[in-house]
T-cell receptor
Framework: GNSVTQMEGPVTLSEEAFLTINCTYT??????LFWYVQYPGEGLQLLLK?????DKGSNKGFEATYRKETTSFHLEKGSVQVSDSAVYFC????????????FGKGTMLLVSP | DVKVTQSSRYLVKRTGEKVFLECVQD?????MFWYRQDPGLGLRLIYF???????EKGDIPEGYSVSREKKERFSLILESASTNQTSMYLC???????????????FGEGSRLTVL
């Protein structure tokens, strides 16, 4: 079956540090890949996506590249801010059946001033 | 803006009670979903619906049922609540056929249920 594995958190960084959150996946076929973010007290919202190999998704300074050869979709940001403190979820959707997503367990990011 | 509204942010119920969690979306989305979120386990899909009166089991449907009588409303029902159903419940919606490509689920703010 499909699965998503994320690095465990919390990830603790100082403001302006470089961020990487690792995500690898197992899926049949050719999945689409996503990062969602959940700010404190809120629901999840889509951060970025990539629908085919070598695609790069980007938004709000975050980037992730769909690497089919390593089945990975690592999230990166060059300079984090305190306001980036949140829980980040990697997810996949296979192009078959219904439109459901499989989520990773989430990685909490804490950024200090 | 798409809005997904969950009726209760916080609920406290007793073991054995029947619990209704309500979710309403205002963007005419065909698909609606119920997930539960637990620390260390992430999000797990309970049930989803792709049309009125239609429902499909997700990964963890045991102990839950759902109702979709109107397109905009999707209810999660715990027939007899148990302590292991203490969790954060998240409702989401999406347009039909697009989520496979866009992946854009629109989430509510969640309902935190405590079963004593």
């Amino acid at each position: 079956g499909n699965s998503v594995t994320q690095m465990e958190g919390p990830v603790t960084l100082s403001e302006e540090a470089f961020l990487t959150i690792n995500c690898t996946y197992t899926a049949t076929g050719y999945p689409s890949l996503f990062w969602y973010v959940q700010y404190p007290g809120e629901g999840l919202q889509l951060l970025l996506k990539a629908t085919k190999a070598d695609d790069k998704g980007s938004n709000k300074g975050f980037e992730a590249t769909y690497r089919k050869e390593t089945t990975s979709f690592h999230l990166e940001k060059g300079s984090v801010q305190v306001s980036d403190s949140a829980v980040y979820f990697c997810a996949l959707s296979t192009n078959s059946g219904y439109s459901t997503l499989t989520f990773g367990k989430g990685t909490m990011l804490l950024v200090s001033p | 803006d798409v809005k997904v509204t969950q009726s209760s942010r916080y609920l406290v119920k007793r073991t054995g009670e029947k619990v209704f969690l309500e979710c309403v979306q205002d963007m005419d989305h065909e698909n609606m979903f119920w997930y539960r979120q637990d620390p260390g386990l992430g999000l797990r899909l309970i049930y989803f619906s792709y049309d009125v009166k239609m429902k499909e089991k997700g990964d963890i449907p045991e102990g839950y049922s759902v109702s979709r009588e109107k397109k905009e409303r999707f209810s999660l029902i715990l027939e007899s609540a148990s302590t292991n159903q203490t969790s954060m419940y998240l409702c989401a919606s999406s347009l039909s056929g697009t989520a496979r490509v866009t992946g854009e689920l629109f989430f509510g703010e969640g309902s935190r249920l405590t079963v004593l």
